[in-house]
């Protein structure tokens, strides 16, 4: 003989747990691989349109040959900080930005495995581009020893180096999440 459970007479049911957040804690607390994606790739698109702002400033200075609007530190300065915006800011977020959107979708699974640790993994990018871009209001003013910061032209910036170095292993550490 068999019996039916009757679970009626709980408590609780299952359906009376809470919604899902909503307004900008849906974007603050995501879990959700699609909100986080979706993150990812407007933070890569902010930092595409400053990184291009850069690159038109350098464009504009390569316009003709000789100095038209920039000095050559600041030339400099531009071109470390549109190659690491760039490298950093705008084509590894992207990356990740799509893989988040795509990845769980082409492999069957209903979200990404850790999710709270991919939604850190995005909050880090922000205090590590805000010090980036900080660091060209910091005293000598932005890094200026190419995007791939070679040691001996590291030493000879002041406390914007070290910011941007700093910014870029936030960044980092944050890709390797």
């Known amino acids: 003989m068999s019996a039916v459970l009757d679970h009626g007479g709980h408590g609780h049911d ?21 909100d986080i994606g979706t993150l990812y790739l407007l933070f890569s698109l902010t ?49 990740v930005g799509v893989a988040n959107w795509m990845l ?5 699974a209903s979200d990404m495995a850790f999710a709270r640790m991919n939604n850190f993994s995005f909050w ?3 205090p590590a581009a805000l010090m980036l871009v900080g660091s060209f209001f910091m005293p000598g003013g932005a890094p200026a020893a190419g995007w791939t910061l070679y040691a001996p032209l590291t030493l000879q910036m002041g406390p ?15 890709s390797i999440m």
Request: glycine residues 12%.
């Open 14 to 34: 299952h359906d009376d747990h809470h919604g899902h957040p909503h307004g900008w804690r849906r974007w603050v607390y995501a879990t959700n691989h699609k």
């Open 104 to 108: 769980p979708l082409q492999i069957g």
């Open 124 to 126: 880090l990018m922000i």
């Open 47 to 95: 930092m595409l349109m400053i990184g291009g702002v850069l690159a038109l400033g350098i464009r504009a200075e390569l316009f003709q040959p000789g100095l038209q609007l920039v000095n050559p530190e600041l030339f400099n300065q531009l071109t470390t900080m549109h190659g690491i915006i760039m490298v950093f800011g705008a084509i590894m977020p992207a990356f």
């Open 160 to 174: 914007s180096m070290d910011a941007g170095i700093f910014a870029m292993h936030i960044l980092g550490a944050s």
